[in-house]
Protein backbone atom coordinates (compact mmCIF):
# COMPACT_ATOMS: atom_id res chain seq x y z
CA UNK A 1 0.00 0.00 0.00
CA UNK A 2 1.31 3.42 -0.83
CA UNK A 3 2.75 5.96 1.98
CA UNK A 4 -0.65 8.31 2.61
CA UNK A 5 -3.11 5.32 2.26
CA UNK A 6 -4.16 2.60 4.57
CA UNK A 7 -7.16 0.49 5.84
CA UNK A 8 -9.28 0.99 8.33
CA UNK A 9 -9.17 4.89 8.49
CA UNK A 10 -10.67 7.80 6.99
CA UNK A 11 -8.47 11.03 5.32
CA UNK A 12 -4.99 10.55 4.24
CA UNK A 13 -5.00 7.46 5.43
CA UNK A 14 -8.36 5.87 3.94
CA UNK A 15 -8.82 2.30 3.14
CA UNK A 16 -8.41 2.00 -1.22
CA UNK A 17 -9.38 -1.09 -2.95
CA UNK A 18 -6.96 -3.52 -4.53
CA UNK A 19 -8.34 -2.82 -8.08
CA UNK A 20 -7.30 0.90 -7.37
CA UNK A 21 -4.36 0.54 -5.39
CA UNK A 22 -1.63 1.51 -8.64
CA UNK A 23 -4.03 4.75 -9.04
CA UNK A 24 -3.47 5.39 -5.32
CA UNK A 25 0.30 5.00 -5.69
CA UNK A 26 0.06 6.75 -8.52
CA UNK A 27 -1.19 9.80 -7.08
CA UNK A 28 0.65 9.59 -3.93
CA UNK A 29 4.08 10.27 -6.31
CA UNK A 30 2.97 13.49 -7.58
CA UNK A 31 4.35 16.22 -5.11
CA UNK A 32 1.65 18.74 -6.17
CA UNK A 33 -2.30 18.38 -4.96
CA UNK A 34 -4.30 16.11 -6.86
CA UNK A 35 -7.85 14.67 -6.59
CA UNK A 36 -10.10 12.23 -7.99
CA UNK A 37 -13.62 13.46 -8.33
CA UNK A 38 -16.40 11.10 -9.25
CA UNK A 39 -20.31 10.85 -9.13
CA UNK A 40 -21.87 13.29 -7.18
CA UNK A 41 -18.73 16.08 -7.15
CA UNK A 42 -17.63 13.11 -4.10
CA UNK A 43 -13.91 12.82 -3.61
CA UNK A 44 -12.95 9.69 -4.03
CA UNK A 45 -9.27 9.65 -3.58
CA UNK A 46 -6.94 12.56 -2.65
CA UNK A 47 -2.83 12.61 -2.58
CA UNK A 48 -0.83 13.91 0.70
CA UNK A 49 -0.32 16.99 -0.63
CA UNK A 50 -3.91 17.73 -1.46
CA UNK A 51 -4.27 16.56 2.66
CA UNK A 52 -1.78 19.11 3.24
CA UNK A 53 -3.84 21.70 1.10
CA UNK A 54 -7.68 21.08 1.62
CA UNK A 55 -7.48 19.39 5.02
CA UNK A 56 -7.04 15.48 6.50
CA UNK A 57 -10.63 14.52 6.04
CA UNK A 58 -11.51 14.42 2.35
CA UNK A 59 -12.38 11.39 0.85
CA UNK A 60 -16.22 10.90 0.52
CA UNK A 61 -16.67 14.05 1.15
CA UNK A 62 -17.99 17.11 -1.57
CA UNK A 63 -15.00 18.49 -3.23
CA UNK A 64 -17.35 21.59 -3.77
CA UNK A 65 -17.37 21.78 0.02
CA UNK A 66 -13.42 20.94 0.08
CA UNK A 67 -12.94 23.81 -2.31
CA UNK A 68 -15.32 26.30 -1.55
CA UNK A 69 -14.22 29.16 -3.39
CA UNK A 70 -16.64 30.15 -5.81
CA UNK A 71 -14.20 30.27 -9.46
CA UNK A 72 -12.98 26.39 -8.54
CA UNK A 73 -16.01 25.35 -7.42
CA UNK A 74 -17.74 26.58 -10.90
CA UNK A 75 -14.67 25.06 -13.06
CA UNK A 76 -15.21 21.92 -11.37
CA UNK A 77 -18.90 22.06 -11.87
CA UNK A 78 -18.81 22.99 -15.69
CA UNK A 79 -15.98 19.77 -16.44
CA UNK A 80 -18.32 17.28 -14.45
CA UNK A 81 -21.22 18.30 -16.50
CA UNK A 82 -18.82 18.13 -19.96
CA UNK A 83 -17.14 15.82 -22.51
CA UNK A 84 -14.55 13.45 -21.38
CA UNK A 85 -11.36 15.23 -22.06
CA UNK A 86 -12.50 18.40 -21.56
CA UNK A 87 -10.29 20.81 -19.41
CA UNK A 88 -11.89 23.85 -17.10
CA UNK A 89 -8.86 26.28 -15.07
CA UNK A 90 -9.28 28.94 -12.36
CA UNK A 91 -7.56 30.39 -9.78
CA UNK A 92 -7.14 28.80 -6.15
CA UNK A 93 -6.11 31.03 -3.36
CA UNK A 94 -4.49 29.92 -0.17
CA UNK A 95 -4.75 32.92 2.63
CA UNK A 96 -2.79 32.09 5.25
CA UNK A 97 -1.18 35.31 8.06
CA UNK A 98 2.21 34.52 6.72
CA UNK A 99 1.71 34.82 3.00
CA UNK A 100 -0.77 34.53 -0.27
CA UNK A 101 -0.10 31.17 -2.04
CA UNK A 102 -1.35 31.37 -5.48
CA UNK A 103 -2.10 27.86 -7.38
CA UNK A 104 -3.50 27.17 -11.04
CA UNK A 105 -6.36 24.33 -10.61
CA UNK A 106 -7.47 22.36 -13.52
CA UNK A 107 -10.14 20.00 -13.58
CA UNK A 108 -9.70 17.33 -16.71
CA UNK A 109 -12.80 15.39 -17.67
CA UNK A 110 -11.68 11.67 -17.58
CA UNK A 111 -12.88 9.35 -20.34
CA UNK A 112 -14.49 6.71 -18.34
CA UNK A 113 -12.02 3.17 -17.99
CA UNK A 114 -13.59 0.80 -15.62
CA UNK A 115 -13.64 2.35 -12.24
CA UNK A 116 -11.86 5.41 -12.96
CA UNK A 117 -14.58 8.08 -14.45
CA UNK A 118 -15.00 11.96 -13.02
CA UNK A 119 -12.67 14.47 -12.84
CA UNK A 120 -8.99 14.63 -12.21
CA UNK A 121 -8.28 18.26 -9.77
CA UNK A 122 -4.97 19.21 -10.10
CA UNK A 123 -3.05 21.90 -8.37
CA UNK A 124 -0.29 24.16 -9.53
CA UNK A 125 1.62 27.09 -7.53
CA UNK A 126 1.93 29.49 -9.77
CA UNK A 127 2.79 32.14 -7.28
CA UNK A 128 6.43 32.84 -8.43
CA UNK A 129 4.59 33.35 -12.13
CA UNK A 130 2.44 35.94 -10.64
CA UNK A 131 4.90 37.85 -8.68
CA UNK A 132 7.40 37.78 -11.75
CA UNK A 133 4.26 39.03 -13.80
CA UNK A 134 3.53 41.74 -11.52
CA UNK A 135 7.01 42.85 -11.44
CA UNK A 136 6.74 43.25 -15.09
CA UNK A 137 3.57 45.12 -14.84
CA UNK A 138 4.95 47.43 -12.25
CA UNK A 139 8.35 48.11 -14.24
CA UNK A 140 6.68 49.39 -17.61
CA UNK A 141 4.53 51.17 -15.13
CA UNK A 142 7.63 52.93 -13.62
CA UNK A 143 9.76 53.15 -16.60
CA UNK A 144 6.36 54.87 -18.26
CA UNK A 145 6.15 57.54 -15.27
CA UNK A 146 10.07 58.42 -15.36
CA UNK A 147 9.69 59.10 -19.00
CA UNK A 148 6.48 60.78 -18.99
CA UNK A 149 7.43 63.56 -16.20
CA UNK A 150 10.63 64.73 -18.79
CA UNK A 151 8.68 64.44 -21.56
CA UNK A 152 5.88 66.10 -20.56
CA UNK A 153 8.41 68.79 -19.23
CA UNK A 154 9.81 69.46 -22.65
CA UNK A 155 6.84 69.07 -23.91
CA UNK A 156 5.83 72.02 -22.41
CA UNK A 157 9.10 74.34 -23.10
CA UNK A 158 8.93 73.29 -26.68
CA UNK A 159 5.21 74.90 -26.46
CA UNK A 160 6.37 78.03 -24.77
CA UNK A 161 9.46 78.47 -26.79
CA UNK A 162 7.40 78.14 -30.30
CA UNK A 163 4.24 80.97 -28.37
CA UNK A 164 5.20 83.54 -26.26
CA UNK A 165 8.66 83.28 -25.24
CA UNK A 166 10.00 82.81 -29.24
CA UNK A 167 11.38 86.54 -29.00
CA UNK A 168 12.46 86.21 -24.94
CA UNK A 169 16.19 85.80 -25.02
CA UNK A 170 16.54 85.24 -21.55
CA UNK A 171 13.84 83.12 -20.68
CA UNK A 172 15.09 81.08 -24.21
CA UNK A 173 17.99 80.65 -22.64
CA UNK A 174 16.59 79.25 -19.26
CA UNK A 175 14.11 77.10 -20.68
CA UNK A 176 16.98 75.28 -22.98
CA UNK A 177 19.04 74.64 -19.90
CA UNK A 178 16.22 72.99 -18.32
CA UNK A 179 15.20 70.88 -21.27
CA UNK A 180 18.85 69.85 -21.92
CA UNK A 181 18.82 68.62 -18.30
CA UNK A 182 15.53 67.04 -18.75
CA UNK A 183 16.97 65.20 -22.07
CA UNK A 184 20.27 63.89 -20.19
CA UNK A 185 18.14 62.75 -17.23
CA UNK A 186 16.34 60.50 -19.91
CA UNK A 187 19.83 59.25 -21.37
CA UNK A 188 20.78 57.98 -17.97
CA UNK A 189 17.72 56.59 -17.38
CA UNK A 190 17.80 54.64 -20.72
CA UNK A 191 21.12 53.68 -20.57
CA UNK A 192 20.51 52.63 -16.81
CA UNK A 193 17.92 50.28 -18.38
CA UNK A 194 20.36 48.58 -20.95
CA UNK A 195 23.01 48.13 -18.45
CA UNK A 196 19.94 46.46 -16.17
CA UNK A 197 18.81 44.68 -19.41
CA UNK A 198 22.29 43.11 -20.43
CA UNK A 199 23.66 41.77 -16.07
CA UNK A 200 20.01 40.54 -15.82
CA UNK A 201 20.59 38.22 -19.44
CA UNK A 202 24.15 37.69 -18.50
CA UNK A 203 23.55 36.99 -14.59
CA UNK A 204 23.76 33.44 -14.32
CA UNK A 205 26.80 32.88 -16.09
CA UNK A 206 29.62 33.44 -13.49
CA UNK A 207 32.44 35.53 -15.24
CA UNK A 208 35.79 33.68 -15.56
CA UNK A 209 38.34 36.93 -16.03
CA UNK A 210 40.92 37.44 -13.95
CA UNK A 211 40.53 40.76 -11.96
CA UNK A 212 42.21 43.06 -9.39
CA UNK A 213 39.64 44.79 -7.34
CA UNK A 214 42.33 47.49 -6.40
CA UNK A 215 42.99 48.33 -10.17
CA UNK A 216 39.08 48.77 -10.22
CA UNK A 217 38.62 50.77 -7.03
CA UNK A 218 41.21 53.02 -8.21
CA UNK A 219 40.34 53.48 -12.06
CA UNK A 220 36.89 54.78 -10.79
CA UNK A 221 37.64 56.68 -8.62
CA UNK A 222 40.27 58.50 -11.10
CA UNK A 223 37.30 58.80 -13.21
CA UNK A 224 35.12 60.28 -10.52
CA UNK A 225 38.10 62.43 -9.36
CA UNK A 226 36.05 65.71 -10.91
CA UNK A 227 32.87 65.13 -8.88
CA UNK A 228 34.77 64.10 -5.62
CA UNK A 229 36.65 67.47 -5.78
CA UNK A 230 33.31 69.74 -6.74
CA UNK A 231 31.42 68.38 -3.84
CA UNK A 232 34.68 68.75 -1.16
CA UNK A 233 34.59 65.26 -0.08
CA UNK A 234 36.98 64.00 2.13
CA UNK A 235 38.04 60.65 0.68
CA UNK A 236 39.99 57.95 3.01
CA UNK A 237 40.98 54.46 0.79
CA UNK A 238 42.65 51.64 3.49
CA UNK A 239 43.05 48.19 2.66
CA UNK A 240 44.47 46.21 -0.43
CA UNK A 241 46.50 49.41 -3.06
CA UNK A 242 46.95 48.71 -6.63
CA UNK A 243 49.70 46.40 -7.35
CA UNK A 244 48.97 44.14 -3.91
CA UNK A 245 46.87 41.48 -5.06
CA UNK A 246 43.18 40.82 -4.36
CA UNK A 247 42.26 38.80 -7.32
CA UNK A 248 39.12 37.60 -7.97
CA UNK A 249 37.31 35.85 -11.14
CA UNK A 250 35.02 38.90 -12.38
CA UNK A 251 33.67 40.83 -15.14
CA UNK A 252 35.88 44.31 -14.81
CA UNK A 253 33.34 46.59 -16.25
CA UNK A 254 30.56 45.61 -14.10
CA UNK A 255 32.98 45.64 -11.14
CA UNK A 256 33.91 49.28 -12.15
CA UNK A 257 29.92 49.78 -12.65
CA UNK A 258 29.65 48.43 -9.22
CA UNK A 259 31.90 50.83 -7.58
CA UNK A 260 31.00 53.75 -9.90
CA UNK A 261 27.61 53.44 -8.35
CA UNK A 262 28.51 52.95 -4.75
CA UNK A 263 30.73 55.79 -4.08
CA UNK A 264 28.52 58.23 -6.70
CA UNK A 265 25.68 56.99 -4.04
CA UNK A 266 27.94 58.00 -0.88
CA UNK A 267 29.12 61.18 -2.49
CA UNK A 268 25.89 62.49 -3.14
CA UNK A 269 24.08 61.16 0.28
CA UNK A 270 27.20 62.18 2.31
CA UNK A 271 26.71 65.56 1.03
CA UNK A 272 29.05 68.50 0.59
CA UNK A 273 31.99 68.52 2.58
CA UNK A 274 31.24 64.63 3.67
CA UNK A 275 33.45 61.89 4.24
CA UNK A 276 33.63 59.18 2.24
CA UNK A 277 35.17 55.88 3.52
CA UNK A 278 36.55 52.93 1.05
CA UNK A 279 38.07 49.42 2.63
CA UNK A 280 39.11 46.81 0.40
CA UNK A 281 40.70 43.80 2.54
CA UNK A 282 40.87 40.11 2.29
CA UNK A 283 39.56 37.49 4.57
CA UNK A 284 40.51 33.72 4.52
CA UNK A 285 37.14 32.56 5.13
CA UNK A 286 33.98 34.46 5.79
CA UNK A 287 30.34 33.00 6.93
CA UNK A 288 28.33 31.71 4.48
CA UNK A 289 31.33 31.83 1.50
CA UNK A 290 33.17 28.46 1.30
CA UNK A 291 36.74 30.08 0.57
CA UNK A 292 38.67 33.17 0.90
CA UNK A 293 36.53 36.14 -0.18
CA UNK A 294 37.44 40.08 -0.51
CA UNK A 295 35.02 42.52 0.83
CA UNK A 296 34.79 45.93 -0.34
CA UNK A 297 33.11 48.63 2.92
CA UNK A 298 31.90 52.19 1.18
CA UNK A 299 30.82 54.22 3.50
CA UNK A 300 29.63 57.68 3.94
CA UNK A 301 28.71 60.39 6.94
CA UNK A 302 25.41 61.74 5.71
CA UNK A 303 21.92 61.13 7.41
CA UNK A 304 21.61 57.80 6.97
CA UNK A 305 18.04 55.73 6.00
CA UNK A 306 15.48 54.68 8.28
CA UNK A 307 16.02 50.88 8.80
CA UNK A 308 12.48 50.58 7.03
CA UNK A 309 13.83 51.35 3.71
CA UNK A 310 16.73 49.20 3.93
CA UNK A 311 15.37 46.05 2.32
CA UNK A 312 13.89 47.31 -0.54
CA UNK A 313 16.68 49.75 -1.53
CA UNK A 314 18.22 47.30 -4.83
CA UNK A 315 14.97 47.12 -5.97
CA UNK A 316 14.17 48.49 -9.22
CA UNK A 317 13.27 52.56 -8.48
CA UNK A 318 12.27 52.44 -5.14
CA UNK A 319 13.19 55.73 -3.65
CA UNK A 320 13.39 56.82 -0.16
CA UNK A 321 13.05 60.47 -1.35
CA UNK A 322 12.03 60.26 -5.24
CA UNK A 323 11.96 64.05 -5.51
CA UNK A 324 15.59 64.51 -3.88
CA UNK A 325 16.85 61.47 -5.92
CA UNK A 326 15.40 63.00 -9.42
CA UNK A 327 16.94 66.33 -8.34
CA UNK A 328 20.51 64.39 -7.84
CA UNK A 329 20.49 62.81 -11.45
CA UNK A 330 19.64 59.44 -9.75
CA UNK A 331 17.65 57.06 -11.99
CA UNK A 332 16.00 54.83 -9.01
CA UNK A 333 18.19 51.84 -10.79
CA UNK A 334 21.55 52.29 -9.66
CA UNK A 335 21.49 50.01 -6.83
CA UNK A 336 19.57 47.30 -8.45
CA UNK A 337 22.10 47.20 -10.87
CA UNK A 338 24.75 46.83 -8.40
CA UNK A 339 22.44 43.61 -7.06
CA UNK A 340 22.56 42.22 -10.02
CA UNK A 341 25.91 42.32 -11.04
CA UNK A 342 26.86 40.90 -7.22
CA UNK A 343 25.06 38.24 -7.71
CA UNK A 344 26.66 37.04 -10.58
CA UNK A 345 30.00 37.37 -9.18
CA UNK A 346 28.12 35.15 -6.36
CA UNK A 347 28.35 37.61 -4.17
CA UNK A 348 26.27 39.32 -1.20
CA UNK A 349 25.49 43.15 -0.89
CA UNK A 350 24.75 43.99 2.67
CA UNK A 351 23.65 47.74 3.90
CA UNK A 352 24.04 49.21 7.11
CA UNK A 353 22.82 52.81 8.60
CA UNK A 354 21.78 54.79 11.32
CA UNK A 355 19.69 57.69 11.18
CA UNK A 356 22.19 60.63 11.59
CA UNK A 357 25.23 58.80 11.28
CA UNK A 358 25.59 57.79 7.78
CA UNK A 359 25.10 54.32 6.13
CA UNK A 360 27.45 51.55 4.75
CA UNK A 361 27.10 48.96 1.87
CA UNK A 362 29.14 46.25 2.51
CA UNK A 363 30.36 43.75 -0.63
CA UNK A 364 31.46 40.33 -0.14
CA UNK A 365 33.02 38.31 -3.19
CA UNK A 366 34.72 35.06 -3.45
CA UNK A 367 37.70 34.45 -4.58
CA UNK A 368 37.96 31.12 -6.43
Partial sequence: MPHGFS?????????????????????????????????????????????????????????????????????LERAAAAAPGT?????????????????RMVAHRLAPAGALEGVLVSFLDISHVEEAEQMRRDFVANVSHELRSPLTVLSGFIETLQGSARDDAPARERFLAIMAQEARRMNRLVGDLLSLSKVEANERVRPRDVVRMADVIGATLAALRPQIEEEGIRLSVRGLAPGEGGELPGDRDQLEQVVHNL???????????????????????????????????????????????????????????????????????????VKHIVNRHRGRLSIDSVRGKGTTFLLVLPRQ
Avoid at 23 to 39: C, D, I, N, T
Avoid at 63 to 72: F, K
Avoid at 87 to 103: H, K, S
Avoid at 285 to 304: H, I, M, Q, Y
Wanted: hydrophobic share 45%.
Fill in 7 to 75: ARSHGPDAQVPADLAPVAALLAGVPEPLLWVGAGNRIRMANPAAHELLGARLEGQSALLAIRQPEPVAA
Fill in 87 to 103: RMEARYILTTPAAETIF
Fill in 263 to 337: VENAIKYGGTGGAVRITLEAHASWPGFSGPVLTLAVADDGEGIDPIHLPRLTERFYRVDSHRSRQMGGTGLGLAI
